[in-house]
């Protein structure tokens, strides 16, 4: 409404203007001591004709055009992703679920009747970087929204940025401590809460394998990062409880160099699970390592690499029969998963989304809601919509946010079967049938 009234308030300014002149040329004929002449007359009788003319002219544009509507000014959204650096590979596929978003939503009428513009700034995965793009969005470009950012590391560093600036900020979080600091702006939706990757892999135990046949072992190898780390302690516990032991705890630094050692001791300790705590390119060395050193797993659980598509495309038909934990599928029975399977053979020329692509509409797709919602772009509102009602999204019915920004906690178990990511767990849901143990290597 604002850019409303300032169009007014100088269109109004502009006839003032027109006006003041009119009285101005009239003003200074009268004060003339010479009669004014036929010329003169004349004269005068031009400007006054053209001054009118002037003025119903701008007066017929108003009418027909109107003043500048704020439906004409798009809705500027903006911040950054990781286009080059060992993050690269994952944040493609969020970029495009974004872009699609941003074509799905302006299809059909963009964002309060306003067209939706969106900024992605490409850093190279860096807190430092993603930082600096998130503020000169906010206070150079001056965004109306952000978009979540990516990976978790740069979400813990961009968490207490939007909080300064008062920012809505939905995404897959920051991990566990970063919402328990108090921040009220930051929402997971879904999370890639890696606090809460046991579940999917103590489900897929509890109730995909018969007791007699668990493993008896465990080997984690983790990456030494929040992503990792988090994930860590409550895998170790929900294990301890089922009675599987722990081979092997090692940790290493990204980017991994060789595999085979941490893999070699895995082996060496006989562990029956093999747990990768890695982003893309460090779990695709381990596969390699595993078979080069002829390592049998009975399971190998990923926390996030077998989702990304060119896992397959890496590790052929040995990156099949992995379990990795998953907040989101193209095949649950939710609002919105059509669309993103329909965007996904549209856009990409594959049949369904992709994990990482399904995760950044729903993200998307929760910000669209509550701003709908809310009838407003301010922030604050927005905020308070999203802690006070239900939504109906692509991963959940009736998702509700509590005071730190969380839906309550789930995940789902997922297995790479035939090149695809299938749903295996909760068995309610699941797309095909668990393979375990785990088949030899390819030749």
């Known amino acids: 409404m604002k850019g409303e009234e300032d169009d007014l308030m100088e269109g109004i300014w502009a006839m003032k203007r027109t006006q003041s002149l009119r009285k101005k040329d009239l003003s200074v004929l009268r004060r003339r001591k010479e009669p004014i002449g036929t010329k003169g007359r004349e004269a005068g009788m031009k400007r006054r004709q053209i001054t009118f003319a002037a003025i119903s002219f701008a007066l017929l544009a108003l009418l027909v055009c109107g003043y500048p509507e704020a439906s004409e000014q798009p809705i500027k959204i903006g911040g950054s992703l990781p286009a080059t650096g ?13 872009d699609f978003w941003v074509e799905d939503v302006n299809k059909r009428g963009g964002l309060l009747g306003r067209p939706v513009k969106m900024t992605i700034y490409p850093d190279q995965g860096t807190t430092e970087e993603a930082v600096a793009y998130y503020e000169r969005a906010i206070t150079v470009d001056k965004v109306d929204l952000v978009f979540g950012g990516y990976p978790g590391t740069s979400n813990v560093a961009l968490m207490p940025l939007v909080e300064k600036y008062k920012k809505v900020f939905i995404g897959m979080g920051g991990h566990m401590k970063s919402f328990e600091q108090g921040f009220t702006y930051s929402f997971a939706s879904p999370p890639l809460m890696s606090d809460w990757i046991y579940l999917s892999l103590s489900g897929v135990l509890d109730d995909l394998i018969p007791r007699q046949e668990w493993p008896k ?4 190898l983790t990456a030494n990062n929040v992503m990792g780390l988090s994930a860590k ?30 893999v070699s001791k895995a082996k060496s300790k006989g562990a029956e699970i093999l747990c990768c705590l890695s982003f893309f390119d460090d779990a695709v060395m381990i596969m390699r390592a595993a078979k080069a050193l002829n390592y049998h797993p009975k399971l190998v659980f990923q926390q996030l690499a077998s989702i990304v598509p060119a896992w397959m495309k890496e590790l052929g038909e040995d990156g099949n029969h992995v379990v990795n934990s998953a907040f989101w599928h193209d095949r649950l029975p939710f609002a919105g998963n059509r669309e993103i399977n329909e965007g996904a053979k549209a856009k990409l020329g594959i049949p369904a989304g992709p994990l990482f ?20 772009l301010d922030n604050t509102k927005i905020r308070d919509y999203l802690m006070s009602n239900k939504f109906d999204l692509p991963y959940g019915k009736g998702i509700v946010f509590d005071k730190r920004g969380l839906p309550p906690p789930f995940c789902f178990a997922v297995q ?3 090149g695809r990511v299938e749903l295996v767990w909760p068995k309610s849901i699941a797309t095909t049938r668990f393979v375990y143990p785990r088949p030899a290597w390819s030749r």
């Open 86 to 98: 060992i993050h690269a590979e994952t944040s493609k596929w969020i970029k495009q679920g974004y």
């Open 217 to 220: 072992s465990i080997a984690l």
């Open 233 to 262: 302690g409550n895998i170790i516990k929900a294990m301890e409880e089922r009675g599987v032991s722990v081979a092997v705890d090692e940790m290493y630094n990204l980017p991994l160099g060789d595999a085979t050692p941490l």
């Open 357 to 376: 692509f399904g995760f950044a509409y729903s993200w998307m797709k929760t910000l669209e809601l509550a701003v709908q919602g809310t009838g407003s």
């Open 416 to 418: 790479t079967t035939g």
